[in-house]
């Protein structure tokens, strides 16, 4: 009678083959993102012919980091879950040096600020000059007090 006999794992000893299939879909990190949003996002939106990059680099997603093949595709991404998912998460203000420090007691704690994100404009929007705006979003309880301050101080 024969013994049974183990399974085989793939790649168990293979300590760099299995570190080259955990970061093969690493995309980039959103304090990365949100600073490409801050400052060269019209540049991504329009970016030159590149014959390596999937669709030549004509349908790029600033809020995910990914290349579209057409523009019909990279409209799909717009409503799928990751997209929306990804859209939520920028709207909080990337974690900083600063924040660390306040954490770490040297410093008074700050909340981060919420914003709006909404999906990128399309090529065309863009030509004619709209632009990607990251604007702050107001609680709904602060305002009425700003007004209940200034109401007081009126009176």
């Known amino acids: 009678m024969g013994m049974v006999q183990k399974r085989k794992k ?15 879909s690493r ?5 990365q993102i949100d600073d490409d949003l801050q400052t060269k996002s019209a540049e991504l939106i329009n970016q030159q012919v590149d014959l390596e ?13 990914k290349y579209f093949i057409d523009d019909h595709a990279m409209q799909a ?17 990337p974690y900083t040096v600063e924040e660390a420090e306040r954490a ?8 981060p600020k919420k914003r709006v994100i909404r999906t990128q404009p399309t090529k ?6 709209k632009r990607i705006q990251l604007e702050e979003k107001l609680e709904e309880d602060e305002a009425p007090k700003s007004k209940r301050k200034v109401e007081k101080m009126q009176t």
């Not at 065309?124 to 000059?129: F, I, M, N, Q």
Request: charged share 35%.
């Open 10 to 24: 793939m790649h168990s000893g293979d300590t760099h083959l299995r570190r080259r299939w955990r970061v093969r």
């Open 27 to 31: 995309r980039r990190d959103l304090d």
């Open 53 to 65: 990059q999937t669709g030549f680099a004509q349908f790029y997603c600033v809020h995910c980091a």
């Open 77 to 93: 991404h717009f409503r799928t879950k990751v997209h929306k998912r990804r859209m939520k998460a920028l709207e909080l203000e």
């Open 104 to 111: 770490a007691g040297q410093g008074s704690y700050k909340a």
């Open 124 to 129: 065309e929007e863009v030509k004619k000059g």
